[in-house]
């Protein structure tokens, strides 16, 4: 605020390019936060907006509804998991994971257990920046430290160890010892599905998935699965959850979900989760977003969503991660490299210490790429769109701020 970092001007974006002011160009490997999934300026979400715009941007979704919203549910109702029945939708990413944390306590509330207002998360994971959503974000290795007197205080479980193949013994043991001691206060668990993003960018056993799954079941807990990051194909698997076969009680989603045309996000849950709302106190769900259910935003959300299926997304994130794990393998020999992984249409470069940003970011640049490294990692979650041809320059670019 006082003392800002550098920033440069953008004049415009299409495809996977951001043009900047001055006429420079950056292939942008950041697919802008991870949301525009399909790149800038598509034609098809292009002309949805434009179609949208003519009829209405904007009506109130109480006592009202619309098309596009309505499409849009059945479209999420389709495509998540079978139990997920019910769709609240939100503004961003942060509010639908407070929306899921009042669904389950309200749900406990219906189910005559008042006391049950706490949350189990795990250590490492990120959920957004609001208060609620804070609160279950890592409490030392997080960004809200500072916050902690103000926040809720949540149970956390140990990380799960690195690695989609991981050892994960030691872990369920000391995971099921912290559920079963504060079993009492707890309403919900919640966890980002195999990769935790903002945390670290850290991959870890799907098999941790079905062991929440039990200790959920075993403690009449709401299991939340948070795939505002990791939804929409990002981790090669339509849903993370479904590299374990899981199903969740709640489900957030947001970021692609309007391919990055506008902010919308969607909290699901099951039919029991719904009739145990409804039998608390209020009747309903207390939350009412101004903008919930946008109708510019469906529309966007529900070309963005369809042209995922139609269009073979598996196919592209798949060419994306081997073109990932081709063009990052020479960074794994340098000095200063702690790490290299690939999930998906996720590529990491871990290093040693604290990344440089301005100097990494300014590298990159010179090559051509935009990359908003932190904390040590630099990393790339490129639009599914990108040619490979504009990948192999991304991986050069990262391979070569690492050693700046």
Known sequence: MTDPAPVRLVADAVGVRI????????????????????????????????????????????????????????????????????????????????????????????????????????????????????????????????????????????????????????????????????????????????????????????????????????????????????????????????????????????KALTGGYLTLAATLCTSEVARGVARSESGVLMHGPTFMANPLACAAAVASVRMLVQQGWQREVLRLEAGLRTGLEPAASLSGVADVRVIGAVGVIQLDRDVDITQATDTAAAHGVWLRPFRDLLYTMPAYVMDDTDLAKVCTAMVAATQT
């Open 19 to 254: 043009r900047l002011h001055d006429g420079a160009e950056l292939i942008d490997a950041m697919s802008s936060w991870w949301c525009a999934v399909h790149g800038y300026r598509h034609p098809i979400i292009d002309e949805a907006v434009r179609r949208q715009v003519a009829a209405m941007s904007h009506v109130m979704f109480g006592g009202l509804t619309h098309e596009p919203g309505i499409t849009l549910a059945r479209l999420l109702v389709e495509l998540t998991p079978e139990p997920l029945q019910h769709v609240f939708f939100a503004d961003s990413g942060s509010v639908a994971v407070e929306v899921a944390l009042k669904m389950a306590t309200q749900y406990q509330r219906g189910r005559g257990n008042p006391g049950r207002t706490r949350t189990m998360a795990l250590l490492g994971g990120y959920h957004g920046d609001t208060l609620g959503a804070m609160s279950v974000c890592d409490p030392v290795t997080g960004m809200h430290t500072m916050f902690a007197g103000s926040l809720p205080e949540q149970v956390f479980a140990p990380r799960p160890p690195a690695g989609c193949d991981a050892d994960i013994a030691e872990w369920e043991v000391q995971t099921r010892a912290v559920a079963a001691a504060h079993a009492a206060d707890l309403a919900a668990i919640i966890c980002e599905p195999v990769l935790q993003g903002a945390g670290g960018m850290h991959v870890y056993n799907p098999d941790c998935l079905r062991v929440l799954r039990e200790v959920a079941d075993e403690h009449d807990l709401v299991l939340i699965f948070d795939e505002i990051a990791t939804g929409f194909g990002r981790t090669g698997t339509f849903f993370a959850a479904d590299r374990a076969a899981v199903a969740p009680d709640i489900m957030c989603v947001g």
